[in-house]
């Protein structure tokens, strides 16, 4: 079975610096395009990045130089290190992998729990 | 970036109606749309990619279609487990971007 799991969310200070990991069971994340999604509370689902098996890595404008996707193969974990949080970074964080077919075919199944970080002093 | 915009934001619906959920993209994005579900403190689960493809596990209820600029979410009979929220996601480009979402509640 396929699982992913998140952690290292928490309450942080605005400019403050938080990693997030996501876990992987049942899957590789080094052979598989991994995204990170958020949900801010009582808000819709927003695209944050994506890190392809070969390494690419793309992000949202919102969080584009201050956050960062990386994995380490051997743990089989996907990270995000966030660096100068601001309030509006206050969300949910899920990890899902990206499944894809031809073109941009491409669809988020399945998604971690997700783990809450909040930005606030 | 490509926008995309549900309708309606929510609705009521009985259990046994037929609902229809709509979803339309500020640009052409072929069939690249994919759509979630999510209830309250769960993560959301992939329902319907490329426009029309089930994934495995969902009820056949569900059904997706459109290409280009519009697509529609339909379920055509409403379960009490179905009451939830909806989401559209392009991937035609990055960014990728989700729609809104549209809330569906018991009448």
């Known amino acids: 079975e396929v699982q992913l799991v998140e952690t290292g969310g928490g309450l942080i200070q605005p400019g403050g610096s938080l990693r997030l990991s996501c876990a992987a069971s049942?899957?590789?994340?080094?052979?598989?395009?991994m995204t990170w999604v958020r949900q801010a509370p009582g808000r819709g689902l927003e695209w944050v990045s994506v890190?392809?098996?070969?390494?690419?890595?793309y992000y949202a404008a919102s969080v584009k130089g201050r956050f960062t996707v990386s994995r380490d193969d051997s743990n089989n974990t996907l990270y995000l290190q966030m660096n100068s949080l601001r309030a509006e970074d206050t969300a949910v964080y899920y990890c899902?992998?990206?499944?894809?077919?031809?073109?941009?075919?491409?669809?988020?199944?399945?998604w971690g729990q997700g783990t809450l970080v909040t930005v606030s002093s | 970036d490509i926008q995309m915009t549900q309708s309606p934001s929510s609705l009521s619906a009985s259990v046994g109606d037929r609902v229809t959920i709509t979803c339309r993209a500020s640009?052409?994005?072929?069939?690249?749309l994919n759509w979630y579900q999510q209830k309250p403190g769960k993560a959301p689960k992939l329902l319907i990619y490329a426009a029309s493809s089930l994934q495995t596990g969902v009820p056949s209820g569900f059904s997706g279609s459109g290409s280009g600029t519009d697509f529609t979410l339909t379920i055509s009979s409403l379960q009490p487990e179905d009451f939830a929220t909806y989401y559209c996601?392009?991937?035609?480009?990055?960014?990728?971007?989700f729609g809104g979402g549209t809330k569906v509640e018991i009448k």
């Open positions: 899902a992998r990206t499944n894809y077919a031809s073109g941009s075919n491409n669809w988020f199944d399945p």
């Open positions: 996601q392009q991937s035609y480009s990055i960014p990728l971007t």
């Open positions: 890190i392809y098996s070969g390494g690419t890595t």
């Open positions: 049942g899957l590789s994340v080094s052979n598989n395009y």
């Open positions: 640009q052409s994005i072929s069939s690249y």
